[in-house]
């Protein structure tokens, strides 16, 4: 999966190489296409549960025929439905198949997750999960989530902006206009209080959704990925009420992660009608004796997961490297990305909200590296297709004009 991502998108580069504005319309037509494709994997392999594969002949072939089936049908209806113009409306489509899928089959059972690639295994070196959320799709519900929510946001201030009489287009960052702040007047691209509070509250209940479902005992029951999603989703929440993301913001966010699952915890061990599950079984080792033990154990897994493949030691390269591009394109004269925040200030915020999940799933799961191994196929594709159709494929946004304010971009820039 990860290798056909990678000889797609290189190959797509190498074919339509070139600065002109036509070629870069081109690859990232291109990219973006291939990207839907590559992020409605994981949601096809879980559909294609819905026929019992594992009772047909050649099981392998039925699983994997119904994942590229499926993948075929979510791609075409997201690449050719009537919001195909814009630019990052097919992602988001299928960030939110994805993440929604995982959330109504951990809701009902997790039966769709069991034996697929990015799912549940009932055999191993010690059993694994048989409900819940497992390690490989931690990140990616948690990457397609937060990439909805963000995009759902976005919308919701774009056609606030678009509404108001006289207005230049909302640019979904609530950067301030010339009218007044929270305002929706002539000659300011500032979204209106009323425009602004219907973005949260969409992206807000995405958000409480999908980490109740990720951390509730009955559901998903994951402790280490519920606490790495609820910073990213404040992140995001942050970034479209306008409120400038600092260091103490970000600090405080992650202890509002830790803070719900240790809410989790007790309740589910308070409260013995939430059912037995991992996340209050810790919480009373903690109060009784033996949690040093499971820690103990938790970190050998996480530490030794750097070993378990070749794959393993690529990953954290990959991620460094990510997070550096993000930080400061201009040190890789990656253009694309300051074109992308130009245009889409947002996705900045969002992509960031991602790679901060990935690094805290990383850390706080006991799989270690291979959680975030298991979601760059996802990720990647996703950020990249992303930042590509932002950039050149906004139709109220032309290239030439992007091309004008990349200097500025880059000079404006937060470190």
Not at 235 to 251: F, K, P, Q, S, Y
Request: glycine content about 12%; some cysteine; aromatic content about 8%.
């Amino acid at each position: 999966y990860g290798i056909a991502d990678a000889a797609a998108f290189a190959a797509i580069g190498l074919l339509l190489w070139g600065p002109q504005p036509e070629r870069r319309r081109r690859r990232a037509a291109w990219w973006r296409l291939a990207g839907t494709v590559a992020i409605a994997v994981p949601a096809a392999s879980y559909l294609a549960s819905v026929v019992s594969w594992w009772l047909l002949p050649h099981p392998a072939i039925w699983l994997y025929g119904l994942t590229a089936a499926w993948t075929a049908l979510i791609g075409a209806v997201a690449l050719a439905g009537p919001w195909r113009r814009a630019p990052l409306a097919p992602l988001g489509l299928v960030a939110a198949v994805t993440a929604a899928v995982i959330a109504v089959d951990v809701a009902t059972g997790s039966r769709l997750q069991m034996g697929t690639p990015f799912g549940l295994s009932a055999i191993g070196v010690v059993g694994g999960r048989f409900y819940g959320i497992g390690n490989n799709a931690v990140v990616i519900y948690a990457a397609a989530g937060i990439f909805a929510a963000a995009w759902l946001g976005m919308m919701v201030l774009r056609q606030g902006g678009r509404r108001t009489v006289g207005a230049a287009p909302a640019d979904g960052t609530g950067r301030p206009g010339t009218g007044q702040p929270g305002t929706n007047q002539p000659g300011t691209n500032q979204p209106g209080r009323a425009t602004r509070r219907l973005a949260l509250l969409t992206a807000g209940t995405v958000a409480l959704v999908l980490v109740v479902v990720s951390g509730w005992p009955g559901f998903g029951a994951k402790v280490g990925g519920t606490f790495a999603m609820v910073p990213g989703f404040l992140i995001v929440l942050m970034g479209l009420a306008g409120v400038r993301i600092t260091a103490r913001r970000a600090i405080a966010a992650m202890l509002a992660g830790v803070a719900l699952v240790v809410a989790f915890a007790l309740v589910n061990y308070i409260v013995p009608a939430t059912g037995h599950s991992d996340i209050g079984g810790f919480a009373g080792q903690v109060l009784h004796g033996g949690a040093a033990s499971t820690l103990s154990r938790k970190i050998d897994s996480n530490v030794g997961s750097l070993t378990v493949g070749y794959y393993a030691l690529i990953v954290p390269p990959v991620v460094v490297l990510a997070g550096l591009i993000l930080l400061r394109p201009s040190w890789f004269a990656v253009r694309t990305l300051p074109r992308a925040w130009t245009a889409r200030p947002l996705l900045r915020v969002t992509l960031a909200a991602i790679w901060l999940v990935a690094v805290l799933s990383w850390v706080a799961e006991d799989s270690g590296v291979t959680v975030v191994a298991s979601a760059l196929p996802f990720a990647l594709p996703l950020a990249i297709a992303a930042c590509a159709a932002a950039a050149c494929l906004d139709p109220e946004r032309p290239v030439a004009a992007a091309e004008r304010s990349v200097r500025q971009a880059i000079l404006d820039l937060p470190p």
